[in-house]
């Protein structure tokens, strides 16, 4: 069981930046696929982006290509997405989830992560 807890949400003006954070219980998270996903109010989780097990791909929603960027610390059991140029319509909650069997295929659905955290709030407002 991988217990992940993200951090770093807040209030941020459109056009800005803020970088959310990921921490996970396990010892390492080598061998696991990661994902940010995002839960708009009344809407479904979207994916936002993904780091394959061998983290030798990163992958981005169309939306959020060229702004976002999505790094691991595998020594620290951590996970980043660093955000940038955020717009209004991109507030939500955030989630990490962390995955040990998912294809890179998969890496953008939401069913194929086994483990998940509580998410942390961005919003983007002036």
């Known amino acids: 069981q991988v217990q992940l807890v993200e951090s770093g949400g807040g209030l941020v003006q459109p056009g800005g930046s803020l970088r959310v954070s990921c921490v996970a219980s396990?010892?390492?998270?080598?061998?696991?696929?990661l994902a940010w996903f995002r839960q708009r109010p009344g809407s479904e989780r979207e994916f936002v982006a993904a780091?394959?097990?061998?983290?030798?791909?990163?992958y981005y929603g169309d939306s959020v290509k060229g702004r976002f960027t999505m790094t691991r610390d595998n020594g620290k059991s951590t996970v980043f997405l660093q955000m940038n140029s955020l717009e209004p319509e991109e507030t939500a909650v955030y989630y990490c989830?962390?995955?040990?069997?998912?294809?890179?295929?998969?890496?953008?659905?939401?069913?194929?992560?086994?483990?998940w955290g509580p998410g942390t709030q961005v919003t983007v407002s002036a």
């Open positions: 989830a962390a995955g040990k069997r998912v294809i890179t295929s998969a890496l953008g659905s939401r069913t194929a992560y086994d483990f």
């Open positions: 396990a010892p390492t998270l080598r061998g696991y696929a």
């Open positions: 780091i394959s097990r061998d983290s030798a791909s990163t």
